[in-house]
């Protein structure tokens, strides 16, 4: 009976053992069979070791696809410490490649860690280091690629473009605002190594870093050119304190080009004082407009029907008083009687305080809100201002008529091409913007599309259209002549605002600008000059930035192909002005009476008949007085 017993305890301690055998071969094949990708995926991970791939960022374009912001295929050192056979050797090698001493190459060679980068004498190596490095061929010792952003343009479009730190991450401008987008994701060479660093004989991975996502702007490069030429021109001419410019298509709110002074080179930007690359003047700069703000003050007063401009007329005596205060004219003597459209022409400032009475300072400083004053644009750039507009309480009948001028206020060169914008382009207000869409690098697919907005309507299209005349009036026959483009139609307003520093106003110390646009029909550019204390200059704007200005308006109608156009106001000459006549049509005339048409022409014939057959240049076309006009007889 005992031996029974003992046989069955065998038995069951046979079956146990036999259930747990079975159950180790069924997990093991299962392992091996179903589990094995999973846990080999996990041990590769112990084993693996990334050499980082640094991947590029997007590329930075203008609206025609021209590069403004690229990279360059750099190499940076990194170390394996465990992998390094000979370290005294090592470090005194790349020290003396790397010129640093042996001492601070030593924290990098013989650091504990699985993998080092050194930085920053390892990072951006230049062909030649990177080549003296390779030769040597040191276990442990690799070079990998790093992106270092490049801007072909240098200086061009710097505030607005931005620069990024020696990681690649953005740091001001366009680079900070759409970091998140310019930044791609990293590769990286994988390779197994053991817990003390041996390399494992297995085949390394290579995973291809991503390129970021490439941003397309509103700027056309040939316009910005043509204001970077034109700002440098300012420095050398007049040594001013500073110098911007602004193009907006005020049918859209797009940025077509930007520009200040001083500026820097996003390339080397570790060259310049913080307070030159973090102002960014177009939009952070807020100083007393002068008289580009007369235009606010002319379109409120004719939306309000407190004008008529052709009718109504105001006599200018050179000052009024308002309150005990002498607000004077820029011409002594003043303008005498004149039209309310002349006062806007030769911009007399006691027409304007008038025009700010008739409106009463509740209504101009309602619109002066409406057009966006006293808060940002949002124009998609950091560092923005928003001005200073006065409190409505504390507005009395002198702050009411410096205001209607330009004087005690403060606002930003981009409120003022915004606020302009809405003037000509039927009476909406937009919102600026420079990122015209985002898109995938690698096949181009449009991730983000941006559009115009508009704000609120703020004058009627019937004011607009009087404004455009009124402001074409101006290039014509006020201040802005030396605007004038033959065969265009261009509208303007000078400003010259003295500057005001501890509340008190400075002596021969102006900001001096222009505001235009072409052509001023059917407007398609807005262009704002301004120069900060110019010297060596006389104190006029009309002779300062308006010359300038035409330089870029001629820059613009070429990149925007803006054709000529006949029905242009006739220029008031000046002294300095030479005489210009249309050429008449003389096809099919007699030799005699063709001489009588062009008496103010120079005349050479091609042939011996007596009639002209055809003529050159063609008729319509203006020449200076004495021009040679050739005519082919029969």
């Known amino acids: 009976m005992f031996l029974k017993k003992v046989d069955e305890r065998i038995k069951i301690v046979f079956l146990i053992f036999l259930v747990l055998l079975l159950a180790i071969i069924g997990r093991v094949f299962y392992i091996q069979v179903f589990d094995y990708k999973k846990l080999n995926k996990y041990a590769q991970n112990l084993w693996s070791r990334d050499l980082p791939i640094e991947a590029d960022r997007g590329k930075i374009l203008d609206r025609n696809g021209n590069v403004l912001a690229d990279n360059l295929t750099t190499t940076s050192l990194v170390l394996i410490p465990n992998q390094i056979k000979d370290k005294e050797k090592v470090t005194e090698t790349l020290a003396e ?11 990098h060679v013989y650091k504990k860690t699985s993998i080092e980068r050194v930085h920053p004498e390892g990072r951006r190596l230049s062909y030649e280091v990177a080549e003296k490095i390779s030769q040597h061929n040191f276990e442990g010792v690799y070079l990998v690629k790093e992106a270092k952003r490049n ?124 307070e030159v690359l973090s ?49 004077r004219c820029w011409k002594a003597g003043g303008h005498g009687d004149q039209t309310f459209l002349q006062v806007l022409q030769n911009s007399c400032n006691p027409g304007f305080v008038q025009l700010g ?107 607009s259209s009087i404004m455009r005349l009124a ?10 002549k030396a605007a004038f483009i033959e065969g265009y139609r261009v509208g303007g307003k000078t400003g010259t605002a003295q500057k005001v520093e501890n509340g008190h106003y400075l002596v021969g110390n102006y900001i001096m600008s222009f505001m235009a646009v072409v052509p001023s029909n059917k407007p398609q550019a807005v262009l704002y000059l301004a120069i900060d204390n110019p010297k060596h200059t006389a104190l006029l704007s009309s002779y300062t930035t308006t010359p300038i200005a035409r330089r870029i308006l001629l820059d613009i109608i070429e990149a925007l192909d803006i054709k000529k156009q006949d029905d242009e106001l006739e220029k008031d000459l000046e002294w300095t002005d030479k005489i210009t006549y249309k050429v008449p049509n003389v096809v099919g005339k007699d030799i005699d009476e063709a001489k009588k048409l062009l008496s103010n022409f120079t005349i050479e014939y091609t042939g011996t008949g007596t009639k002209v057959v055809s003529q050159s240049p063609s008729a319509g076309t203006k020449l200076e007085e004495k021009a040679t006009v050739r005519l082919l007889m029969n």
């Open 97 to 107: 490649i790397l010129n640093v001493s042996t001492e601070e190459m030593k924290k």
């Open 279 to 327: 102002r960014n003047l177009p939009i952070w700069a807020s100083y007393e407009p002068g008289s580009t703000f007369k235009v606010v003050t002319m379109a409120t007063a004719v939306e309000e029907k407190v004008v008529d401009l052709e009718k109504d007329h105001f006599y200018d005596a050179g000052k009024v008083n308002v309150d005990g205060s002498v607000l």
């Open 357 to 463: 009475q008739k409106l009463g300072k509740e209504k101009l400083f309602s619109y002066i809100d409406k057009f966006g004053f006293g808060e940002k644009t949002g124009i998609d750039l950091n560092g923005e201002g928003k001005g200073i507009i006065f409190n409505l309480e504390k507005v009395g009948n002198v702050e009411l008529a410096t205001t209607a001028f330009g004087q005690g206020v403060s606002v930003t060169p981009i409120q003022q091409v915004a606020a302009v914008s809405a003037v000509v382009n039927g009476g909406y207000l937009l919102e600026p913007y420079i990122v015209k869409n985002i898109s995938d690098s690698e096949t181009n697919t449009l991730i983000k599309k941006y559009e115009k907005k508009v704000k609120r309507q703020v004058i009627s299209k019937e004011t």
């Open 151 to 274: 801007y072909p343009y240098k200086n061009l479009l710097s505030h607005s473009l931005g620069y990024v730190g020696i990681d690649n991450q953005g740091l001001s401008g366009l680079e900070l605002q759409y970091d998140k987008y310019l930044t791609g994701k990293s590769g990286a060479i994988k390779y197994f190594s053991d817990s003390k660093g041996n390399k494992l004989n297995l085949s390394d991975v290579y995973v291809k870093p991503q390129a970021g996502m490439n941003l397309t702007l509103t700027i056309d490069l040939n316009i910005q050119k043509s204001i970077e030429r034109e700002l440098d021109n300012i420095i050398d001419m007049f040594s001013p304190d500073m110098a911007l410019a602004v193009v907006m298509d005020p049918n859209t709110g797009e940025i077509l080009g930007m520009g200040s002074r001083p500026d820097y080179d996003p390339n080397n930007y570790s060259n310049y004082s913080q």
């Open 471 to 480: 402001l074409e009036s101006v290039v014509a026959k006020g201040g802005g």
